[in-house]
């Protein structure tokens, strides 16, 4: 039972210190980038911004599905939740380190696409609804890769506990035993959080898209879910394709967090560098490309896991 | 009884310190505005952007401070009313009322009581009028260099509760009784049953690969961020693509009149430093490159864009050149920018028929007034050409003859051109006798239908569209007449 409490709590600090990196990741690179000096502020901007949010009214639209519109942001912060839950972040630390956690992680970020519709479903107003749909057009582009990388990584362990990937990797990372693996999964990755050059649903020009009818606490509960699932990503990505915990002198955990960081500070990087691609012109992509490197990928890795036994 | 009541005001002694505490951290944030602009108003509403302590926002929803830069003409109302209705409360409504800052490098000197002043007036006059009608609550401030402060401090008195929220301006009830069956409006007989407040449910229609689909009517604008301000664009759509679409009447039409502090116009009539001329181009370019970048969710881009434009002034035209250099061979080699705009909003040359600027040379007409200029063909002036035609073809354009008027401001010296009624502006030709009229606008309806809706913003965006300098240009070739 304390395991199970020591677990949760974990997952909280987790969580709350990946959601807050992101933020103060995502004004850095911000600042950065428009030429504005580094001040302390990026450090206080995004905890401001979200006590001025919950200050804020809802918003109400005409006959909005209010059930799902609460639900939604709920569902993806869970979903970030539960995926980060079946990694460990270090060995003396597995908080759901399940036999099929790859799996499990799997199914909670296809459900992601499921938390976005029900976001712009549930205004009742055009432009969530168009910004809903278009994610459902992304979705199966950007999952079928992400599944076939992660299989790809679970093949030299023989196993689909995240644990047991990560001790795999104790001779050589799998981020140079599959050089595809990676690159891959960060595209995929920005489709999950709809983040950088995959910012469709929440596109600009649809005028923020599934929040372009949402304010206050719900706006805040929304983002801080897709930062969920974002952090949640960026260490499954860690754990599947970088080693996870292993690494000399420092603790397990601190390794596990510096490479999250690696990789979150790459997709903040792509947030405020590449401009956001057209939806039709991914999926070509995606089924063209990203789809048969990533089959490659899985016979490569499969291949190699033979030859190695 | 007496000491029940006691404690709850010690309750609520504390919940006030509580909610003051927390409203102090609120009031530190970014403010969240949501601009507006108005006759006179896009440059002073853009310039937001640089600003740190503000943060533009895409939807009103999520908007503290609304702020409405410029004139609100007739057209503008409405529009303006309901999207102040739509901030969620707290809300507060900030009028900038002076027009936008003029343009830097020209000294605004109207004469004293011209018309270009009497007319300034006037305008004033009429958006103080709107403000005390529709808006009595709002802030007001004269100068840009105001804003900033005055939508901070609207933003700190509403967080800590010091400021009352602004009411709805107009009754939050459904126009029409609601008539629907159902909890939303679907139900009775067949599918069509119901008209909920008075709305039928949409009609059918093919769509492009021929389903017969529901068809949406929607009225985009004027204030649509990614759009230029004033643009009136009802689209129908089906799904997410753009069925038919038509543009509707320019709201700064009549309100507009010559203006005495655009270089451009200035050049219409007697000759002008060809220096001023091409940095108010470059100008023009790189805060159109700000918008672009906007829309593509780039905003940080959009800033560093912006930033060149407004420091750009006469004595620091090579530093400004050499950063743009970097950004726009960072821009150039860009592969999502391309994948983004490649194709995308594709014009053929016989489309383009009347109109002139960027978007003609983009699409490979070499057609610019400065060609038949002695003084630009002294310093060796020969227009940039792209042949594609699409968007990315006019990216490359615009950031392509903002360097090219770098250079020209460098070799110009005090070489001036202009006074024989025909000027080549950011935006294309003007032409005082033979009476055209620049007709880019008029494009968008054909280049938006049939795509799908990022694609048809995307084209939008890439027309560089001023509904403002249409409306002047109108004024002038009429006044002339």
Redesign the interface.
């Known amino acids: 039972m304390t395991d199970v409490a020591a677990g949760v709590l974990a997952l909280g600090v987790a969580l709350f210190l990946g959601v807050y990196l992101v933020s103060v990741l995502d004004r850095f ?8 000096g580094l001040t302390a ?1 990026v450090f ?2 995004g ?3 979200a ?2 949010l ?6 109400r639209t ?2 909005p599905d209010a059930e799902a519109w609460a639900f939604a942001p709920a569902l993806l912060g869970a979903l970030g939740a539960l995926g980060l839950a079946t990694i460990p972040l270090a060995p003396e630390l597995p908080l759901a380190d399940n036999a099929d956690g790859i799996v499990l992680f799997g199914a909670a970020m296809a459900l992601v696409m499921v938390a976005v519709f029900l976001h712009g479903w549930s205004a009742n107003s ?1 432009f969530p609804l ?1 910004g809903a ?2 994610f459902v057009a992304l979705a199966l582009s950007y999952e079928m890769p992400l599944a076939l990388v992660l299989i790809s990584a679970a093949l030299p362990a023989e196993s689909l506990s995240v644990g047991e990937i990560i001790r795999s990797q104790t001779d050589v990372w799998n981020v140079i035993r599959q050089p595809l693996g990676l690159p891959i999964y960060m595209v995929t990755v920005a489709g999950l959080a709809f983040w950088g ?1 995959l ?2 649903p929440d ?6 898209g599934t ?6 606490p719900a ?1 805040a509960a929304w983002e801080v879910g897709r930062s969920m699932v974002l952090v949640a990503a960026a260490a499954m990505g860690a754990a599947a394709f970088l080693g996870g915990w292993l690494g000399p002198w420092l603790p397990g955990v601190v390794w596990m967090g510096l490479k999250t960081l690696v990789l979150l500070v790459l997709i903040v990087w792509s947030g ?10 991914f999926v070509v992509v995606a089924w063209v490309v990203l789809i048969p490197l990533a089959l490659i990928d899985v016979f490569l890795s499969g291949w190699l896991a033979l030859a190695a036994r | 009884m007496g000491v029940t009541s006691h404690r709850g005001a010690g309750r609520g002694a504390v919940r006030d310190e509580l909610r003051r505490a927390v409203g102090k951290i609120a009031a530190g944030s970014a403010v969240p505005v949501f601009p507006m602009a108005g006759v006179g108003g896009r440059d002073a509403a853009r310039r937001i952007r640089l600003s740190r302590r503000l943060e533009v926002v895409s939807s009103p929803r999520a908007a503290n401070v609304l702020l409405i830069a410029g004139e609100i003409t007739p057209r503008l109302l409405r529009p303006a009313i309901r999207i102040h209705d739509q901030a969620s409360p707290p809300r507060a409504t900030l009028f900038l009322i002076a027009g936008g800052a003029p343009e830097p490098d020209v000294p605004s000197k109207p004469e004293a009581g011209s018309n270009t002043e009497v007319a300034a007036v006037e305008s004033a006059l009429r958006t103080h009028a709107i403000r005390d009608r529709f808006f009595p609550f709002a802030g007001l401030v004269h100068q840009e260099s105001e804003v900033e402060a005055a939508s901070r401090a609207l933003h700190r008195d509403l967080v800590l509760a010091e400021r009352a929220t602004e009411p709805a301006i107009q009754p939050d009830r459904p126009p029409l009784p609601w008539r629907g069956r159902g909890p939303y409006g679907h139900g009775g007989k067949g599918m069509t049953g119901g008209a909920p407040y008075g709305r039928p449910l949409p009609e059918r229609g093919n769509d492009r690969d021929g389903l017969q689909l529901d068809r949406l009517p929607l009225r985009i604008g004027p204030f649509f961020p990614p759009l230029v301000p004033g643009l009136l664009l009802d689209v129908e759509l089906h799904g997410d693509v753009v069925q038919a679409a038509e543009l509707g009447p320019n709201p700064f039409s009549g309100y507009v009149g010559a203006s005495a502090t655009c270089p451009f116009m200035r050049a219409l009539a007697s000759p002008v430093r060809i220096a001023d001329l091409e940095l108010s181009r470059a100008r023009s370019h790189l805060r159109w490159l700000s918008d672009a970048l906007h829309a593509l969710d780039l905003s940080a881009l959009s800033i560093r864009a912006l930033a060149l434009a407004e420091r750009l002034e006469a004595d620091n035209v090579p530093l400004i050149s050499a950063e743009l250099a970097r950004f726009s061979r960072r821009l150039e080699r860009s592969r999502t920018l391309t994948w983004a705009t490649r194709g995308v909003g594709h014009i053929r040359v016989d489309q383009v028929g009347d109109t002139h600027g960027p978007v003609a040379r983009a699409t490979g007409v070499e057609a610019d007034a400065r060609c038949d200029d002695i003084e630009y063909l002294a310093l060796g002036f020969r227009p940039i050409v792209h042949d594609d035609g699409d968007a990315w073809a006019r990216w490359r354009q615009r950031i392509g003859e903002a360097r090219q008027s770098l250079r020209l401001v460098t070799q110009a010296g005090d070489r001036r051109s202009g006074g024989a009624g025909i000027v080549e502006d950011p935006r294309g030709m003007i032409r005082l006798q033979t009476h055209t009229l620049d007709s880019t606008s008029q494009l968008l309806p054909e280049l938006v239908t049939g795509r799908e809706w990022g694609d048809a913003v995307l084209a939008a965006v890439s027309l560089d569209l001023d509904l403002e300098r249409d409306a002047r240009l109108t004024s002038v070739i009429e006044e002339g007449r």
């Open positions: 690179v911000s600042d950065l980038v428009a030429g504005h502020n206080w901007a905890p401001r911004r006590v001025l919950l200050l804020q009214q809802p918003s005409e006959r055009v168009i749909y278009r050059p910012r469709l596109a600009a020009d649809l005028s923020g929040r372009a009818e949402v304010s206050g706006l405020h560098h590449l401009a956001r691609v057209r939806t039709e012109r």
